[in-house]
């Protein structure tokens, strides 16, 4: 996986971005094990399956939760802005301060809608704990914790985003 890249400053800012990067490389440690255990309970399905002639439905469930959960951790702190899925066939014929007006406005629209989501998906995510996974009987709240995480790393970024724009060196930052 690809790390987003954390840029340091004074000493405590310089601080700051080693504690993120020892940070980032957890997560991108705890994302591959995960593809791992993924991988591994894959090839246990299969020999059991065709080998042993046993069907396990744990696998099945076990593997979707670990891809939900990679998903998301991945997209939260792993994966680059730029590397993200957008569309941008106008704003790459824009003029550079052009291009700082489209990435603003396209923060703060998809920024004020994750934050006006926000504490209604916190609450349903919180309301999932009666709800069980069906053969694992797993928490629900548990499983889908990872999109809580995921809403506030992308505010998170999304607001870092905005305020590397309205700095001095923005044309860096495009």
């Known amino acids: 996986m690809t790390r987003a890249p954390v840029e340091g400053g004074s000493t405590q800012g310089g601080?700051?971005?080693?504690a993120l990067d020892q940070a980032t490389r957890a997560i991108e440690a705890l994302c591959n094990l995960l593809f791992v255990v993924v991988f591994a309970v894959f090839l246990y399905k299969v020999f059991m399956r065709y080998a042993a002639g046993d069907a396990i439905a744990w696998a099945d469930e076990l593997t979707v939760v670990l891809f939900i959960?990679?998903?998301f951790l991945a997209n939260s702190f792993l994966v680059e802005d730029r590397r993200q899925i957008r569309f941008d066939l106008l704003e790459?014929?824009?003029?550079?301060?052009?291009?700082?007006?489209a990435i603003i406005s396209r923060t703060v629209l998809l920024g004020?809608?994750?934050l006006?989501?926000?504490?209604a998906a916190?609450?349903?995510?919180?309301?999932?704990?009666?709800?069980?996974?069906?053969?694992?009987?797993w928490r629900l709240d548990l499983v889908y914790a990872c999109f809580?995480?995921?809403?506030v790393a992308t505010l998170a970024r999304m607001a870092l985003r905005l305020s590397s724009l309205v700095g001095a060196n923005w044309r860096d930052r495009l």
């Open 92 to 101: 790459r014929h824009l003029s550079p301060g052009g291009r700082r007006a």
């Open 148 to 151: 809580g995480v995921f809403l």
């Open 116 to 119: 006006w989501s926000l504490p």
């Open 15 to 18: 601080a700051l971005a080693r």
């Open 69 to 71: 959960w990679i998903v």
């Open 112 to 114: 004020g809608i994750l």
């Open 122 to 137: 916190l609450d349903y995510i919180q309301f999932l704990w009666r709800e069980r996974t069906p053969v694992m009987l």
